[in-house]
């Protein structure tokens, strides 16, 4: 073989890489923009709340809106994602989220709630289309050996993201005038119509600016070659080998789905409901100063995730996780029992420990199973997170029943589920069930 052959063949997997190289930057962007989506809803809970004159249960169909559209769009992104690929997928998918971005200039507009709420129900949508698309791409975009470090690299970009997006709503959304029921009353029928559109259309620009960047990021994707990740189809094998009856039919793969469920539920009301723990447990609190506390949360939650990793280097995942929700249990009791500045730490380390929760219980509902059954289940488990929607409303209602603090008894009994599932797992080291 002549050199220049050799220089040639040498040279292919450099351009290979060099190909995907863009590729991937611009996927792994993706974690990082719906970070930023998923975590401004805690924010409009409670500028919601303020601007709305509304109940804890009502502030809460933020997140029912959101999670259900991630629940009832997830198959059909993924039908699609067959249909027209990952990339076709992704650019969808962030143009439903553009799209729902920019709805918000005209639901502030009009001042009407349930404008919000559909414009939070698309882009929950688009969302659903880039979860189920950028995860396995990926995974693909390079050598199979580095997938998993990839992907772990990814996900590191969604809390940075998270925290990008609390701190948006409260530099731009939280005006930090704050009046009270009583002082309320006492403005006239124009003042106080007046400052309620004033909340209202806070979140005008800022959603604006991140409607035209989403969209603006679409068309970077459109127009960027992205290499050739098709793989073999199976023409639908998993479906007449009844692997969906057989996952249907485990008993634990349905506890993992229960467990992801219950998880979900309680990340989400957690941290939706902690603006609002904070003002009502320390009376007088701004919400903007309320928000350094989501702001902290996020952080332990991203440094749980590195910790937790190293962790499972010397525990089960199953061990650990039964650990991190024994913890958890406790430190929402503290904050039922024990509210004000107790409580709102006790809230704030519970995110530490739920960072490698979702992971955790994500594998370990898959371990062992097959690549059908994995691909099935995957799926399966994505819609559990209408946890989100269901328990974070039953959140709601219990504070306007019992008050904040009580509320936060939903997640206790989310972390018991978790404890349960993990500690099935960590019991019993028997063989997968078929």
Same mark, same amino acid.
């Given at each position: 073989?002549?050199?220049?052959?050799?220089?040639?063949? %040498?040279?292919?997997?450099?351009?290979?890489?060099s190909?995907?190289l863009?590729?991937?930057?611009?996927?792994?962007?993706?974690?990082?923009?719906?970070?930023?989506?998923?975590?401004?809803?805690?924010?409009?809970?409670?500028?919601?709340?303020?601007?709305?004159?509304?109940? %804890?249960?009502?502030?809460?169909?933020?997140?029912?809106?959101?999670?259900?559209?991630?629940?009832?769009?997830?198959?059909?992104?993924?039908?699609?994602m067959?249909?027209?690929?990952?990339?076709?997928?992704?650019?969808?998918?962030?143009?439903?989220?553009?799209?729902?971005?920019?709805?918000?200039?005209?639901?502030?507009?009009?001042? &009407?709630?349930?404008?919000?709420?559909?414009?939070?129900?698309?882009?929950?949508?688009?969302?659903?289309? @880039?979860?189920?698309?950028?995860?396995?791409?990926?995974?693909?975009?390079?050598?199979?050996?580095?997938?998993?470090?990839?992907?772990?690299?990814?996900?590191?970009?969604?809390?940075?993201?998270?925290?990008?997006?609390?701190?948006?709503?409260?530099?731009?959304?939280?005006?930090?005038?704050?009046?009270?029921?009583?002082?309320?009353?006492?403005?006239?029928?124009?003042?106080?119509?007046?400052?309620?559109l004033?909340?209202?259309?806070?979140?005008?620009?800022?959603?604006?600016?991140?409607?035209?960047?989403?969209?603006?990021?679409a068309?970077?994707? @459109?127009?960027?070659?992205f290499?050739?990740?098709?793989?073999?189809?199976?023409?639908?094998?998993?479906?007449?080998?009844?692997?969906?009856?057989?996952?249907?039919?485990?008993?634990?793969?349905?506890?993992?789905?229960?467990?992801?469920?219950?998880?979900?539920?309680?990340?989400?009301?957690?941290?939706?409901?902690?603006? +609002?723990?904070?003002?009502?447990?320390?009376?007088?609190?701004?919400? +903007?100063?309320a928000?350094?506390?989501? &702001?902290?949360?996020?952080? /332990?939650?991203?440094?749980?995730?590195?910790?937790?990793?190293?962790?499972?280097?010397?525990?089960?995942?199953?061990?650990?996780?039964?650990?991190?929700?024994?913890?958890?249990?406790?430190?929402?009791?503290?904050?039922?029992?024990?509210?004000?500045?107790?409580?709102?730490?006790?809230?704030?380390?519970?995110?530490?420990f739920?960072?490698?929760?979702?992971?955790?219980?994500?594998?370990?509902?898959?371990?062992?199973?097959? %690549?059908?059954?994995?691909k099935?289940?995957?799926?399966?488990?994505?819609m559990?997170?209408?946890?989100?929607?269901?328990? &974070?409303?039953?959140?709601?209602a219990?504070? %306007?029943?019992?008050?904040?603090?009580?509320?936060?008894?939903?997640?206790?009994? /989310?972390?018991?589920?978790?404890?349960?599932?993990?500690? +099935?797992?960590?019991?019993?080291?028997?063989?997968?069930?078929?």
């Amino acid at each position: 073989m002549s050199q220049a052959t050799t220089a040639t063949l %040498d040279a292919r997997p450099s351009a290979a890489a060099s190909a995907r190289l863009l590729p991937l930057i611009l996927v792994v962007s993706l974690f990082f923009l719906w970070g930023v989506a998923n975590n401004l809803n805690d924010v409009l809970i409670a500028q919601f709340k303020k601007a709305f004159t509304l109940s %804890d249960l009502q502030a809460g169909l933020v997140q029912s809106a959101f999670y259900l559209g991630y629940f009832l769009v997830a198959i059909p992104a993924g039908i699609f994602m067959r249909r027209f690929g990952y990339k076709g997928a992704i650019v969808f998918g962030l143009t439903l989220y553009g799209i729902g971005a920019l709805l918000f200039w005209p639901a502030a507009a009009s001042a &009407t709630y349930g404008i919000f709420l559909f414009a939070l129900f698309v882009i929950a949508s688009g969302l659903a289309f @880039l979860e189920t698309s950028a995860n396995p791409l990926v995974t693909l975009l390079g050598p199979a050996e580095t997938a998993a470090a990839r992907l772990n690299l990814a996900q590191a970009f969604n809390p940075l993201g998270s925290i990008s997006g609390v701190l948006i709503g409260q530099l731009f959304i939280f005006s930090g005038i704050e009046h009270t029921p009583e002082q309320q009353a006492a403005m006239s029928l124009a003042q106080r119509h007046a400052y309620l559109l004033q909340e209202a259309a806070a979140v005008q620009w800022p959603y604006l600016v991140i409607g035209l960047v989403v969209i603006g990021w679409a068309v970077i994707i @459109l127009l960027t070659r992205f290499p050739d990740t098709s793989v073999a189809p199976q023409e639908h094998a998993a479906a007449r080998h009844g692997t969906l009856g057989r996952l249907l039919r485990s008993g634990r793969f349905m506890a993992a789905v229960a467990a992801q469920f219950f998880y979900v539920g309680a990340q989400v009301g957690v941290w939706s409901y902690l603006i +609002r723990y904070v003002q009502a447990t320390v009376p007088g609190t701004p919400a +903007r100063s309320a928000a350094n506390f989501l &702001t902290a949360s996020l952080v /332990c939650f991203m440094v749980g995730r590195f910790a937790g990793a190293a962790l499972m280097k010397y525990l089960q995942p199953a061990r650990l996780l039964a650990t991190f929700a024994t913890i958890n249990i406790v430190l929402a009791l503290a904050a039922v029992f024990v509210p004000g500045q107790v409580g709102i730490y006790a809230l704030v380390a519970c995110s530490f420990f739920m960072s490698v929760m979702y992971p955790t219980i994500f594998a370990l509902g898959v371990e062992g199973r097959d %690549d059908a059954e994995r691909k099935f289940g995957s799926a399966v488990l994505v819609m559990a997170i209408i946890g989100g929607a269901v328990l &974070t409303a039953a959140m709601g209602a219990t504070s %306007d029943v019992a008050g904040i603090a009580h509320a936060m008894l939903v997640p206790a009994g /989310c972390f018991v589920m978790v404890l349960l599932f993990a500690s +099935r797992h960590w019991a019993g080291a028997r063989p997968m069930e078929h």
